[in-house]
């Protein structure tokens, strides 16, 4: 049907025909995109991506590995946000326990969500969080200061791969974006500071 009618065109039609499909194409490959190489990311660990699991059933080793805490922000976030603790070092297999301070230090709300990534990449497949403060949005009131928690991490399986094994530290980042204040918090102007945790 759709073969008999893009027939029936003039020339000049059939051009506006095949450059609509190109462009409907392309708009719903670049919107899919970002989906979609997220979903890769988490499977493959590729990027650096992190695992996410519930922690149950690890095996602990003997062996160490030493993890790093960095944290950065998108040019328009106003916070401050830095590692409580910049490094540690763990059993792979271990659950981690790491704490992240953001502080709000504008005269209104601001809502933000942070992404991450883990280098060296090939660690990425074999780090994984339990909990993650990453995992939802948070909203910062003027003056507001909070510490949040990140659980981890290292998969034993690393050490049996060729080219994980060897890795002796990871870097664990977090960049926080800002971003859309939620429905819940339209309308709040003012706060009164203080410290919480989440």
């Known amino acids: 049907m759709i073969l008999s009618w893009f027939r029936g065109l003039s020339d000049n ?14 708009g719903s490959l670049g919107w899919a995109s970002v989906p ?22 690890i095996e602990v080793l003997d062996q ?10 998108a040019s328009d976030m106003p916070w401050e946000f830095k590692p409580v603790q910049r490094e540690m070092e763990i059993r792979i297999g271990e659950t981690g326990l790491a704490f992240y301070e953001a502080y709000n230090p504008t005269d209104k709300p601001v809502a933000g969500t942070a992404s991450y990534n883990v280098a060296p990449f090939a660690a990425g497949l074999y780090f ?16 507001e200061r909070i510490t949040m928690p990140v659980t981890f991490y290292v998969d034993p399986d690393m050490v049996d791969d060729l080219e994980a ?12 974006h800002v971003t859309d204040m939620p429905e819940e918090f339209a309308g709040v102007t003012t706060f009164t500071p203080q410290t919480q945790t989440n």
């Open 13 to 26: 039609g059939r051009v506006v025909a095949q450059t609509t499909a190109v462009v409907i194409g392309m």
């Open 36 to 57: 979609l190489y997220d979903l890769f990311c988490r499977v493959t660990g590729y990027g650096g991506t992190t695992a996410i699991s519930d922690g149950s059933n």
């Open 64 to 73: 160490t590995i030493n993890v790093r805490f960095d944290a950065s922000k």
């Open 128 to 143: 994984a969080k339990i909990e993650c403060f990453c995992f939802q949005e948070q909203v910062l009131m003027p003056g």
């Open 165 to 176: 094994k060897g890795i002796s530290e990871i870097t664990l980042s977090y960049t926080f």
